[in-house]
C-alpha cells in the first residue's frame, strides 16, 4: 500500500468514526472499533489506539491515577492488593524487572499525580517470591524513595502487602545503602529525619534499628546515633580529627541540637528564646513543640522562611500577625509561587481560611499568578457545567469551599492554559451559553455559574455534536450514585481519539466502576490534584 493509499484509508476510517458518532450508531461504531484494520490505520496515521487490555496499560493508569480501572478518585484512599492485579500478573509473566523501570520512569517523569503509587508499586515488586523483580526493586529503592519520608511509606507498604513476615536481607542491604546514599550531603538527612517523625506505624527509629545499619561516614553514624538512641548519646560519639569534617560535625550536632530544643520546650516562658533558634536553622513546623506551635512570635517568624505551600496551607496564621508585609509580598513573588509549584485550588482553599482582606487580595492576585504558571496546551477544550442546585454545596473533602468555587477554578484554569478556541459552557432551556472566566480571581468568577435544570438528552447531544471540534469534552456534575451511573452509562460508546471527563463532584455514595474506553475518564470528587490529572490524561499520559 502506497503512502498516499495509506492516508486515504486513515482519512476515511477517521471519517467514518465521526460520521457514525453523529448518526448516533454507537453499536456500529463499537464494531468498527473493534475491526483489526481500522486500528492499524488509526495507528499508522499517528493516532494512539491503547490496549486497555494489557496489564501494562493498566499498570500506568494505576501509576499516573492511582487506580488500574482507568478512574481518577480526588479523596485520598488506601491502596490494597487486589485492585492492582496488573502487577502480579505482569511479574508471574516474567515481566517483574521491566515493571520496575516503568515504576522508576513515571517517578523521576513527575507523571504521577499521587506520590505514592510510585512506592506503593515499588513495595509489591519488593516484597514478590521471584527474585530478578526483588533485585530490581530493591536497586530502584533510592531513585522512587529519594526522601525520608518515602522510606518511611515504603516500609509501612511493605509490611501492608505481604502481611508483616520480617525483614530479610535484601530488605536490610537496601535500607542500609539507603541511608548510606547521603554520605556525600549528610545535613540534607539530618534536615529529613528530623522534619518526619512518623508515618503510620513507623519511624527513622524503627527502620534504622531493623536494617542494622553499618555507616558509610562518621556523619551517618551521628545522624542514625541521634535517631536511634537520642542528642545525649550522640554527643558521646568522638569527632572526626580532620579539621573540616570536624566543622561539619559540629555543624551537624548543633542543628540536631536546634531541633532538640524545640520539640522539647513545653512553656510560653521559653518560646522568646527558641526565636533565634527557629530563624538561624530555619526549622520547619514539624520540628516545633506544641507549646511553640500555639505562639504568634513563632509563626510570624516561620511565615517568613517556610515553603510557600506551607505558608499556603497556614494561611489562617496570618490573620494574627502585626506585620504582614514580607509575607504578602512572598506571596506575590511570581518566582517564588513557581518554584513552590503552588496549585492554584490551593490558593482558591487558603482564600476561604482567612478573613483579611487584605491577605484575600493577595491570595487573588497569587492564584492569577499560579494560573500563569500551568503549563500551557494546544489543546481544545469543551468544559460543560451540568451542576444544578448543588452548585452552593460544601465540597465532601475541602468543607471551606464549594462546588461552584470548584468549577470556577477549573474553568479558569482550562481559558488560561489550553486553546483559544477552548470554550467554556453550560445550558439553559435548551440554549448553550458561553461562560467567561477571566484569570483574575475565581471565587468572583463562581457568581458567573447558573444551575442547570436540563434534560440529559441536550448533554448527549452537546457531546456528540462536540467530537468532531474538541480534543477535549469535561462534563462537570453532581449527582446521586444511582444518577450518575445511568448519566455515565449513556456515554458508553466510542468517541474516536477526543477525550471524554465525567466530573462528579458528589463522591460519597458513587461506585468507581472500571473503564473499559481508554479515550474515557471517570473522575470522582474534586482536589488539588484534579485538574492536572484530567490535563494529564488529555495529553495522552
Known amino acids: 500500500m502506497s503512502d498516499s493509499d495509506l492516508s486515504s484509508s486513515s482519512d476515511e476510517m477517521i471519517s467514518l468514526t465521526r460520521a457514525t458518532l453523529r448518526s448516533g450508531r454507537f453499536q456500529a461504531l463499537a464494531s468498527v472499533r473493534r475491526n483489526a484494520s481500522m486500528e492499524m490505520s488509526l495507528r499508522e496515521a499517528g493516532v494512539l489506539i491503547p490496549d486497555i487490555k494489557s496489564d501494562k496499560w493498566r499498570l500506568h493508569r494505576f501509576l499516573i491515577l492511582g487506580a488500574e480501572k482507568g478512574a481518577y478518585e480526588s479523596a485520598d484512599r488506601e491502596f490494597t492488593r487486589k485492585e492492582v492485579k496488573c502487577i502480579d500478573s505482569l511479574i508471574s509473566n516474567d515481566h517483574g524487572p521491566e515493571v520496575v523501570e516503568i515504576i522508576k520512569r513515571a517517578k523521576l517523569t513527575g507523571r504521577g499525580c499521587q506520590r505514592q503509587t510510585a512506592i506503593y508499586a515499588l513495595a509489591m515488586c519488593a516484597r514478590s517470591t521471584e527474585s530478578s523483580t526483588k533485585k530490581a526493586a530493591y536497586s530502584a529503592l533510592q531513585a522512587v524513595c529519594p526522601e525520608p519520608s518515602d522510606l518511611l511509606t515504603f516500609v509501612m507498604f511493605c509490611e501492608m502487602v505481604s502481611g508483616g513476615t520480617g525483614w530479610g536481607r535484601a530488605q536490610r542491604r537496601a535500607v542500609s545503602d539507603w541511608y548510606n546514599s547521603f554520605s556525600d550531603r549528610p545535613m540534607e538527612l539530618a534536615e529529613g529525619v528530623t522534619k518526619v517523625q512518623k508515618n503510620g506505624q513507623w519511624t527513622h527509629k524503627d527502620v534504622a534499628r531493623l536494617s542494622h545499619v553499618k555507616p558509610d561516614s562518621p556523619f551517618i553514624m551521628l545522624i542514625l546515633r541521634y535517631v536511634t538512641k537520642g542528642l545525649n548519646e550522640s554527643k558521646k560519639l568522638p569527632s572526626p580529627i580532620d579539621r573540616d569534617q570536624a566543622k561539619q560535625w559540629q555543624d551537624i550536632l548543633q542543628y540536631l541540637e536546634a531541633v532538640n530544643n524545640t520539640r522539647q520546650c513545653t512553656g510560653n516562658m521559653e518560646v522568646q528564646g527558641k526565636i533565634d533558634i527557629i530563624r538561624k536553622y530555619r526549622l520547619e513546623t514539624s520540628q516545633m513543640s506544641a507549646a511553640l506551635m500555639r505562639s504568634t512570635l513563632v509563626w510570624e517568624v516561620l511565615l517568613n522562611q517556610i515553603p510557600l505551600d506551607l505558608v499556603i496551607q497556614n494561611i489562617s496564621k496570618i490573620d494574627q500577625l502585626d506585620d504582614q508585609k514580607t509575607i504578602l509580598e512572598r506571596l506575590g513573588d511570581v518566582e517564588q509561587l513557581q518554584n513552590a509549584n503552588v496549585n492554584p485550588f490551593a490558593v482558591v482553599l487558603a482564600m476561604k481560611e482567612t478573613n483579611d482582606e487584605n491577605v484575600k487580595k493577595t491570595l487573588a492576585h497569587s492564584f492569577e499568578l499560579c494560573v500563569r504558571n500551568v503549563k500551557p496546551t494546544d489543546k481544545k477544550y469543551s468544559l460543560v457545567h451540568w451542576v444544578g442546585k448543588e452548585l452552593d454545596s460544601k465540597l465532601e473533602e475541602k468543607k471551606s469551599v464549594t462546588i ?58 452537546h457531546v456528540e455534536e462536540a467530537l468532531d471540534s474538541f480534543d477535549a469534552i469535561i462534563v462537570l456534575l453532581s449527582s446521586p450514585a444511582e444518577k450518575f451511573k445511568q448519566t455515565f452509562s449513556r456515554f458508553h460508546f466510542g468517541v474516536g481519539t477526543t477525550r471524554l471527563v465525567i466530573v462528579n463532584f458528589a463522591s460519597s455514595d458513587v461506585t468507581v466502576e472500571d473503564q473499559k474506553n481508554p479515550f474515557m475518564l471517570q473522575v470522582v470528587g474534586f482536589s488539588v490534584n484534579t485538574t492536572e490529572a484530567i490535563m494529564r490524561f488529555v495529553e495522552g499520559h
Open 404 to 461: 461552584g468555587d470548584a468549577i470556577a477554578t477549573m474553568a479558569t484554569i482550562i481559558a488560561r492554559a489550553t486553546h483559544r478556541d477552548s470554550e467554556i459552557v453550560t445550558y439553559t432551556s435548551g440554549e448553550k451559553i458561553k461562560l467567561e472566566f477571566p484569570s483574575t480571581d475565581a471565587l468572583a468568577c463562581t457568581n458567573n455559574l447558573i444551575a442547570v435544570n436540563e434534560s440529559l438528552s441536550v448533554l448527549v447531544q
